[in-house]
């Protein structure tokens, strides 16, 4: 399990590095690469690889990677409580932001990777997402078949992080604008828009929900999320 992990985030073009030094990311290019230049694009910030799934446990003690099954049959399930855990804080479920382009979601049930079109304030993003099952690497399938103003599930959430210069700005795209595909069906990959999700420049977040009809109380609900920081010049 962990070379699987490791290959795939490879073959992603994960980025290891520093960061963005007192969040100026001007420099930083699709790939999270310098660019120079005065035409300066955005996309993922490079930073410290995502190992919240990763811990003590192994008898050599050593660390094990601590995947989270699901169970589709609890997916509205709220085992005595009354409410989604997601609803905001207090008791928000969202795990940190995440560097680079792949990270584990917030409960280790999923490994999700991301890709985009250029990235600049003002223009349309094409986004392409995959999400595996953490426990065997199957593709997380089917997600968008339902998809319905907003509520089908799976969509993609678009803000200015606290700490990126630009406040709690929300994208001015809702999910009802996006179209989703899953493309190829089956693949466990699909497509978020085009759509002009970034119209201000700085540090922003993307978060993707999985299963976002399910309630996410119970341990093993299929509700999950991921989120990543974006550079917007």
Avoid at 17 to 36: E, F, K, V, W
Avoid at 76 to 83: F, V
Avoid at 144 to 169: F, K, M, Q, W
Wanted: proline share 7%.
């Amino acid at each position: 399990m962990k070379n699987f992990y490791a290959m795939y985030a490879i073959a992603l073009g994960v980025v290891v590095g520093p960061g963005c030094p007192s969040n100026d990311c001007s420099q930083m290019g699709t790939t999270g690469g310098a660019t120079g230049g005065s035409t300066q694009l955005g996309g993922p910030v490079p930073g410290i690889v995502d190992a919240h799934c990763w811990g003590p446990g192994a008898p050599d003690g050593g660390l094990t990677f601590m995947a989270q099954a699901v169970n589709s049959s609890i997916c509205y399930s709220l085992d005595g409580g009354s409410a989604d855990e997601d609803a905001g804080v207090p008791g928000s479920g969202y795990g940190p932001t995440n560097w680079n382009v792949s990270s584990n979601d917030d409960d280790c049930k999923y490994f999700v990777g991301w890709h985009s079109t250029p990235i600049s304030a003002g223009a349309a993003v094409t986004f392409w997402v995959s999400a595996q099952l953490s426990t065997n690497g199957a593709p997380l399938t089917g997600l968008a078949a339902t998809l319905d103003a907003g509520t089908g599930l799976i969509y993609l959430e678009v803000a200015g992080a606290p700490d990126g210069g630009i406040g709690n700005h929300s994208s001015p795209t809702t999910g009802a604008d996006v179209d989703i595909q899953e493309i190829p069906v089956g693949s466990g990959v699909y497509r978020i828009g085009p759509a002009a999700f970034f119209d201000e420049s700085g540090l922003w977040y993307i978060r993707f929900h999985f299963n976002a009809n399910c309630y996410d109380i119970l341990p093993d609900s299929p509700h999950g999320h991921a989120a990543f920081y974006v550079n917007v010049p």
